[in-house]
């Protein structure tokens, strides 16, 4: 139980277009959803909260019209970076967390693969 | 401010010898307390996690943690490490509440000697 999955996994576009990821929980419902973005050979930094039906909350410095955040189900988000520049590159990670995980609830994340983005 | 610290950026042992991979954080109360594990490329995966009752946690892959309140502590221990198990090691706490947000420490990355 508890798999998230991340589409796509690897992902090239030319810089100005914009790039939608989707982060989506196979077998739980997701009532929260955080996206990161982690640079090589670095932490996790978390980029937003999602919870299904609201709004995503931002952290700080984070361009909320560059990187939107969508998550209109309990088992699908997306992220779209929007006009996207070299400087976007990295690599992006999803996590959900759900009411119906047992052993943990909404305090236990489980993380999908990632996904590469380079902009060129 | 909640901050976690993870001393040892890069950390080789031997295969078959024991492991401990530290962690550290500062929070006002007891945190929930997580261990994940990332291979290249890959996203993190859940080793254990620690929320109340026995502080020595039992997690996948042979691992085990323990809780230290008096010294603010929650390492990461194996008792004989694998080939397999070189990775990115990543603690983290959150707060006990309904945001479920995270704080990752910085990493340490483990190297297996054949």
């Known amino acids: 139980g508890a798999v998230v999955s991340q589409h796509p996994s690897r992902v090239i576009c030319k810089s100005g277009t914009s790039v939608k990821i989707e982060c989506r929980s196979l077998?739980?419902?997701?009532?929260?959803m955080f996206w990161y973005r982690q640079f090589p050979k670095q932490s996790l930094m978390l980029m937003a909260t999602?919870?299904?039906?609201?709004?995503?909350?931002?952290e700080q410095g984070v361009e909320k019209d560059k990187f939107l955040i969508n998550h209109a189900s309990l088992t699908l988000s997306t992220l779209t970076v929007t006009s996207a520049h070299p400087e976007d590159s990295s690599f992006y990670i999803c996590?959900?967390?759900?009411?119906?995980?047992?052993?943990?609830?909404?305090?236990?994340?489980?993380f999908g693969p990632g996904t590469r983005l380079t902009v060129l | 401010a909640q901050s976690v610290t993870q001393p040892d950026i890069h950390i080789t042992v031997s295969e078959g010898a024991s492991l401990e991979l530290r962690c550290n954080y500062s929070?006002?109360?007891?945190?929930?307390l997580f261990w994940y594990v990332q291979s290249p490329g890959q996203g993190l995966q859940l080793l254990l996690k620690?929320?109340?009752?026995?502080?020595l946690v039992q997690g996948i892959k042979g691992f085990e943690a323990e809780f230290k309140r008096s010294q603010s502590s929650f390492n990461l221990r194996k008792p004989s490490v694998h080939w397999s198990d070189a990775a990115e090691y990543f603690c983290?706490?959150?707060?006990?509440?309904?945001?479920?947000?995270?704080?990752f420490g910085q990493g340490t990355t483990l190297q297996v000697k054949p």
């Open positions: 996590s959900a967390s759900g009411w119906a995980l047992a052993g943990g609830g909404t305090d236990t994340q489980y």
């Open positions: 077998d739980f419902q997701a009532t929260t």
């Open positions: 999602s919870n299904e039906g609201s709004k995503a909350t931002y």
């Open positions: 929070y006002g109360a007891t945190p929930y």
């Open positions: 620690y929320f109340s009752g026995d502080t």
């Open positions: 983290a706490v959150g707060a006990p509440s309904n945001t479920g947000k995270l704080i």
